[in-house]
């Protein structure tokens, strides 16, 4: 017997409420109850082996609805000892399901509650993370292949309540950072757009002292604009070079920075965001010595005006570079090492198979880089003023000494773009009143020159240790 058509459509919706009722139940025990102590099980481990520190959560939740994601009760504790490293109250994540189309991480929204970071510069000059910064992994072949950039959308990021401690064993001060509290609307490679972001913001008590700035953002139809102005005087760099969680080889004995800069991004709805740099940038009394206080480079005043600039796809056009008096002590001891490697880090010797590895790994970067455009730099102007090297060569018993002096040189259109052709001049003098003049037409890309070379006054006799 056939049941009539309207007892077989209530039937059928009445199996199909039931589906979606026991899908929803499925749906809500396995994302409120079963996936929360996975992911905490999995985040001890992963974290505790990888950073060789204890780690602790309190809880974790996850809304398989709203597709949000908190982790409450988080710490880090130091190496073999009960001291906290790193911890913060509460991290709430509000994932988006644009992240499947955009095939990216998007997240709308943000929120770190009362983070905290203990840091410790000891008296051999490492830090407490210095082991964390050392850490290597070496990438299979297949995915150096397979390997693409991270897609991403960070929107709405804020901190709240953050605190640093730092203790500086050398100098045997402490520095402090209280009631710190950030706000950045978006950080995104990805072309996605919301309807509302936060105001950038930064405040905190630095050394009791209060500090803050605010910036600027401004929602259009088809884009929000995020502008910051970054305007400081004499940046005392040695003060701050001497906290580099990597050794350094050389001495930062002076140098300030001025600046008056604005950093924009621009987030659209349907192309790539841009992150545009503009200002002028000044570096003055740079000086540097080696560990030995040998004087390496020396720099009364080195000014860099930025134009309009993308700095998401490196695009960056210097409206003018100038650089008065530079000093170089260029060194070549006994086995032929140049003293100006000091200024470049991880620059010492190295096994045979580790030199072997690296220059093989040079080799395959190079050749990728081949098949890669370059990045488009482009200088209207620059200049140098006024500059010296003075060189030595010890190697090989030569004994050979030499200055430069008096050098000049301005180079007008530089562009890393294709057949762009851009010209230079160069002159100088060295201590024996030789006089070398160089003016070339030249391109990056491809890399060609020419031009003329003009020398007078060479003194033969003096480089017969090179002969």
Do not use: C, W
């Amino acid at each position: 017997m056939q049941l009539p058509e309207r007892f077989r459509s209530r039937s059928f919706h009445r199996k199909t409420a039931l589906r979606v009722v026991a899908f929803l139940f499925v749906f809500s025990i396995t994302g409120f109850f079963i996936l929360p102590p996975i992911i905490k099980s999995v985040l001890l481990k992963e974290l505790s082996e990888t950073l060789h520190r204890d780690v602790s959560i309190q809880t974790v939740r996850f809304n398989p609805f709203i597709l949000s994601f908190t982790i409450r009760g988080f710490e880090i504790k130091e190496p073999k000892s009960r001291q906290k490293f790193v911890s913060f109250d509460e991290l709430y994540l509000n994932f988006q399901a644009m992240s499947v189309i955009r095939r990216g991480i998007v997240i709308k929204e943000i929120v770190l509650k009362n983070p905290y970071i203990n840091i410790v510069r000891n008296e051999d000059m490492t830090f407490n993370f210095t082991d964390l910064l050392l850490m290597k992994k070496k990438p299979d072949e297949k995915e150096k292949k397979k390997a693409s950039p991270l897609r991403f959308s960070f929107n709405n990021i804020q901190v709240v309540g953050a605190s640093i401690d730092f203790m500086d064993g050398p100098k045997h001060t402490r520095h402090t950072v209280k009631d710190g509290s950030l706000a950045v609307p978006f950080i995104s490679n990805l072309p996605y757009y919301l309807d509302s972001y936060v105001q950038p913001a930064f405040s905190a008590k630095v050394n009791g002292h209060p500090v803050s700035f605010k910036g600027m953002s401004k929602p259009f139809i088809d884009s929000h604009e995020t502008s910051i102005d970054l305007n400081f005087k004499d940046l005392d760099l040695p003060y701050y070079l001497a906290y580099s969680p990597v050794p350094l080889k050389f001495k930062l004995v002076s140098g300030f920075v001025d600046t008056m800069s604005r950093i924009s991004y621009v987030q659209y709805k349907d192309k790539n965001p841009t992150l545009s740099l503009v200002g002028i940038t000044s570096v003055k009394q740079i000086k540097i010595t080696d560990s030995a206080d040998a004087p390496l480079v020396s720099i009364p005043l080195f000014n860099i005006s930025i134009g309009s600039s993308d700095l998401m796809s490196i695009n960056v056009h210097f409206s003018k570079i100038e650089v008065q008096s530079p000093e170089i002590n260029a060194v070549l001891d006994k086995k032929g090492r140049p003293n100006l490697l000091a200024l470049i880090p991880g620059q010492g010797e190295k096994p045979a198979d580790e030199k072997k590895k690296a220059d093989e790994d040079k080799m395959v970067d190079a050749k990728a880089s081949k098949k890669k455009p370059l990045p488009v730099i482009e200088a209207d102007e620059m200049l140098l003023s006024g500059g010296k090297i003075l060189f030595a060569d010890t190697s090989e018993n030569r004994n050979f000494k030499a200055s430069l002096e008096n050098i000049q040189a301005k180079i007008k259109r530089f562009s890393t773009m294709k057949e762009k052709k851009g010209d230079a001049e160069v002159s100088f003098q060295t201590d024996s009143k030789e006089a070398f003049k160089l003016t070339s037409n030249f391109s990056v890309e491809p890399l060609a020159a020419a031009g003329a070379v003009e020398a007078s006054g060479i003194v033969l006799k003096k480089y017969l240790p090179y002969y």
